[in-house]
């Protein structure tokens, strides 16, 4: 099967990310942080690598404040969980997944938070949009570094640098953009980002990552054993143990640290090659009759297009049982958007890059969608 659906879930992994997990499954059945033996100890070294390589891959201050999660979603749960307390403004944004959505529409039903969603005046949001809405209890400003339905950068690094200095926790969801744009916290003056390991950092499934900057303090919101501090009746103050509750996922850990090491070397050449292979199908998909192209060349391989006859549940299926090409169709988990492209009846059908992705299989695809398009 030709594979287009690397925002989802990313098909290529290097040989070393997939090596990497299937060693620790092999050699390492041990729990990390909870026994002297040597397993154990070999297990931790891991995973303090994982942190450091986290931390020195997005600029950020300390290793023990990268607390991995199974997933982007549970991370963005509990940094917003963990943040935001009663009378706090949040302000986010239409372009946002549901795993930003639903936790704030959680507490605004609690009646913890008051939210503001904001529209982008131009095709991404820019601290203009964001500014209007600031208030004296604005505590959090909420938005992702690119759109999962179009593969829109926000312009998340001047959001940065206007809230900086301000009592404003600045949280980006990076699940699309980490791998793909570059993104240090420091320098860009993030408080919290949110990744996903199994998309553009090339792991396999099942981790996450939250990542805070140096000033920023969460509550936590699952609780159990950590390892340290058993007679506390409360958990830990230190971080990461503050957050990370329960046994980790050594493999997929282990898996993620060979994908960021192949990424140090190579993300460069992946965001050219996304940005080449993106314009060059906008350009074919401009081509052909019945198609509107919602989507701008950019480095996350994201394009996003309509059919003017065919839903895109039934453009996706058509191109899974004839041509055996994987995209997907519908909603992309970000109802807002859609309503806002007024793409909410059919939805969009997202074709998503990875760079092992060939000018044959983009062929196929253009040839398989020309061929729709005269039926």
């Not at 996450?208 to 936590?220: E, F, M, R």
């Not at 143990?241 to 329960?246: I, T």
Request: proline share 3%; charged share 20%.
């Amino acid at each position: 099967m030709i594979y287009f659906d690397n925002a989802a879930t990313g098909g290529y992994k290097p040989k070393k990310s997939i090596e990497a997990a299937i060693y620790a499954m092999n050699n390492l059945r041990a729990n990390a942080g909870r026994s002297g033996h040597k397993l154990s100890i070999e297990a931790e070294k891991i995973i303090y690598s994982a942190r450091k390589t986290l931390c020195d891959f997005f600029g950020a201050d300390d290793p023990s404040k990268i607390i991995f999660t199974h997933n982007c979603t549970a991370a963005l749960n509990a940094a917003i969980f963990g943040k935001f307390k009663d009378g706090d403004h949040v302000i986010t944004t239409v372009t946002e997944h549901n795993s930003v959505l639903r936790p704030l529409y959680e507490l605004k039903r609690r009646n913890t938070i008051e939210l503001t969603i904001v529209e982008p005046k131009t095709d991404r949001i820019m601290f203009e949009d964001i500014m209007p809405h600031i208030k004296k209890n604005t505590a959090g400003v909420i938005v992702n570094a690119v759109s999962n339905v179009t593969g829109q950068k926000n312009d998340f690094e001047e959001i940065g640098k206007k809230l900086y200095g301000s009592n404003i926790c600045f949280i980006v969801d990076g699940a699309q953009a980490a791998g793909h744009v570059p993104i240090n916290i420091s320098k860009q003056n993030i408080d919290v980002l949110c990744v996903a390991g199994h998309k553009g950092l090339l792991s396999v499934q099942g981790v996450g990552a939250l990542i805070l900057g140096k000033d920023v303090n969460l509550s936590p919101t699952v609780f159990g054993g950590t390892g340290i501090d058993t007679f506390n009746e409360n958990m830990p103050a230190d971080y990461p143990e503050r957050l990370e509750a329960g046994t980790l996922n050594l493999p997929s850990i282990n898996s993620l640290l060979w994908g960021i090491k192949h990424l140090q070397s190579e993300i460069n050449k992946i965001s050219y090659s996304m940005l080449c292979m993106t314009e060059n199908i906008i350009k074919s998909l401009k081509n052909i009759e019945f198609l509107k192209v919602f989507s701008n060349s950019n480095e996350s391989g994201i394009i996003s297009f309509s059919h003017d006859y065919y839903s895109s549940q039934e453009l996706s299926g058509i191109l899974n049982d004839r041509y055996d090409i994987a995209v997907r169709g519908g909603f992309h988990c970000a109802p807002l958007m859609h309503k806002f492209l007024k793409t909410d009846k059919d939805g969009l059908v997202r074709v998503s890059l990875s760079v092992n992705n060939n000018k044959k299989e983009i062929s196929s695809l253009i040839y398989a969608l020309n061929e729709i398009s005269k039926i």
